[in-house]
């Protein structure tokens, strides 16, 4: 019996991820059996053909060993970072709470099992858990200067524009319980690397307690965020997510 009888659906979405996802995923799904109750789904969000098969052929052997993970799904076009996680959740097979983390094994397999392990049980208040880059004593954060400022610029923005005290909307691991999800659904229209900050203002809005939590994060080499492009993306649908939620302004 796993420690934590209620399921977790968790999503790695993966553009153009065969080559760096090999060395993680075994440790991820490693832990995951190990933790119990967790199934583990790959949402390839089409790639090229080729990459598609990769994907595949790396997925297919790895479930023999590992009966958490779940065949690949195989998006047919592009639909962004969200857009294949909220693929990934349609699938949730009846789990209570839905997840997602970075295939790029930034996050460890192991934090992902720390924070999994953190979700309240049933009878506790439901709430969300959404880890967090903070450069702490006791934690390891290691990501390139340039990055770390332009996330500190980034999460300013999504504080100020939303009135969020949030400290980091954008880390790649985050855990849902179903039924808030399913509340909010279908408000949400952002499908790119901006998703989270508006899932995270949606499950506010709609009286939902999220926390953040602290991790370990080493950065991985062969990052696709552009700085320059992505960004300015990001700050686009941040306004848009502010405009879009003219109650949430007014304080209401
Ligand atoms: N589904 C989908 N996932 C994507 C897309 N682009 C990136 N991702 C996934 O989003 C996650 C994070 O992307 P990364 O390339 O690691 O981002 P990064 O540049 O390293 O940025 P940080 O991880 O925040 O430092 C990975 O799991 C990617 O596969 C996309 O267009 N679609
Ligand atoms: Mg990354």
Known sequence: MPPY?????????????????????????????????????????GSEPREAAAMQALVDPLRVSYPC????KLLPKNLGKGGAVYAGWADHGGA??????????????????????LRPRAEAPPKALFASRVKMLGRRVERLLKRHLLGRVYATLVS???????YDSQCGLKLVPRAAYERIATQLK??????????????????????EVPIDWQEMPGGKVSLLRD??????????????????????
Do not use: K, N
């Open 160 to 166: 100020e524009l939303l009135d969020v005290p949030v």
């Open 231 to 252: 960004s300015w993306r990001m700050a686009r649908d941040v306004w848009d997510i502010r405009c879009r939620r003219p109650t949430w302004r007014q304080g209401a």
């Open 190 to 211: 952002v499908m790119g690397f901006a998703f989270d900050v508006e899932l995270m203002a949606a499950l506010l809005e709609a009286g939902y307690a999220i926390q």
């Open 96 to 117: 209570d709470w839905l997840a997602f983390v970075d295939a790029d094994g930034s996050c460890s397999a192991t934090e992902t099992a720390r924070l999994l392990a």
């Open 69 to 72: 993970l779940l065949p690949v």
């Open 5 to 45: 009888p209620d399921l977790v659906h968790l999503v790695v979405p993966c553009y153009r991820e065969s080559a760096r996802i090999g060395g993680f995923l075994p440790d991820l799904c490693r832990e995951m059996m190990a933790l119990g109750g967790v199934r583990v789904q790959v949402v390839e969000d």
